[in-house]
């Protein structure tokens, strides 16, 4: 018997990034996401003589992975498993592949081992493998906040369907990966403002996805973004996630903006560029971001559902 999860990667409008002291990989701050539908993990679970990790195809020995099931196992019986995961898009590279795929992850187990987690538990166990993986246990819009850390849903896919355009710039994983990555940032003196600013952020924009107010939204979302990628610049080395079709693509899509089109990007630890925009805005930006040099493929996603459990 075999146990199927599947789950979508998601995108911080106000983003996360920084640890709070202490244990548990809890954020610095809060964050406020959207969850995609058309990218995809799907991870399929068995019980085993051994724990083995199969990652699109190929048998991986991953320590983030590793810990995970400990940190399952010093909860929930859980025996040994062959877990297989795979994802319908680049691995590792600022598409959020570790977000869907501890979700899924999570899911799965907790689904074939019957150990009855609820949503929240999910969340928060996802989360300890990679924050932002929290977030991808719910779909449509989704806060991951105090008090407990675990993440919440704001508003269902289809209350405000906005649309993703994502411009593929490199194809290879990411330089640094987010962990790492961090703990540099952390030690910058750009932190402690990073960390209280993030907090007024994300309350303002509660109030903008409640009022559905897309302009000041996009604005607020740009700034999140690039104050991150300030703050990752201001680290000790210098972290410097994008390159030249990147930043081609933002002053592309500010300049769409200006033409009057509703759309903004936003960028995470990679060079891959997420424009979010209304629905009827998204071909004339997937054909605009296409013709950027550089950009290699696009992807559209729509809002999407949480993890669930496709067969068992
Ligand atoms: O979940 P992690 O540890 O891979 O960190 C994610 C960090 C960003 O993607 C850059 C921002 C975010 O909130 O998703």
């Avoid at 689904?111 to 538990?121: F, G, Q, S, V, Y």
């Avoid at 960028?267 to 296409?290: F, H, I, N, R, Y």
Wanted: glycine share 6%; charged share 15%; proline share 7%.
């Amino acid at each position: 018997m075999t146990t199927t999860a599947r789950a979508h990667p998601n995108i911080a409008l106000i983003k996360y990034w920084g640890k709070a002291p202490g244990a548990g990989n809890v954020p610095a701050a809060p964050s406020l996401s959207l969850t995609l539908d058309t990218l995809m993990t799907r991870t399929s679970v068995d019980f085993a003589a051994a724990d083995s990790f199969e990652l699109d195809g190929q048998l991986v020995a991953d320590p983030k992975l590793a810990a995970c099931l400990a940190d399952l196992r010093a909860h929930y019986p859980v025996p040994p498993l062959a877990v297989r995961s795979a994802n319908n898009f680049p691995t590792a590279a600022g598409l959020a592949s570790s977000a869907s795929g501890f979700a899924a992850l999570v899911t799965a187990i907790n689904a074939h081992c019957r150990l009855d987690m609820d949503d929240a538990t999910r969340s928060v166990f996802a989360r300890r493998a990679s924050g932002s993986a929290a977030r991808s246990v719910f779909g449509g819009f989704v806060a991951l906040s105090e008090p407990d850390w675990s993440a919440a849903p704001v508003l269902d896919p289809d209350a405000w369907p906005l649309r993703v355009v994502v411009a593929v710039t490199a194809a290879g994983p990411k330089s640094v990966a987010s962990s790492a990555g961090m703990r540099r940032s952390m030690a910058s003196p750009y932190y402690p403002a990073w960390v209280s600013s993030t907090h007024e952020d994300f309350q303002e924009a509660l109030a903008l996805v409640a009022a559905r107010n897309f302009t000041a939204l996009a604005e607020l979302s740009e700034y999140s973004c690039l104050k991150m990628h300030g703050l990752m610049l201001a680290s000790r080395p210098g972290l410097l996630y994008w390159n030249a079709a990147t930043t081609t693509c933002l002053h592309r899509i500010r300049e769409l903006r200006v033409e009057g089109l509703p759309v903004f990007f936003t960028v995470d630890a990679g060079p891959q560029v997420k424009a979010v925009c209304l629905p009827e805005a998204a071909a004339t930006v997937a054909s605009a971001l296409a013709a950027v040099p550089g950009v290699i493929r696009i992807l559209e996603a729509g809002l999407g559902a949480g993890a669930s459990v496709e067969q068992r």
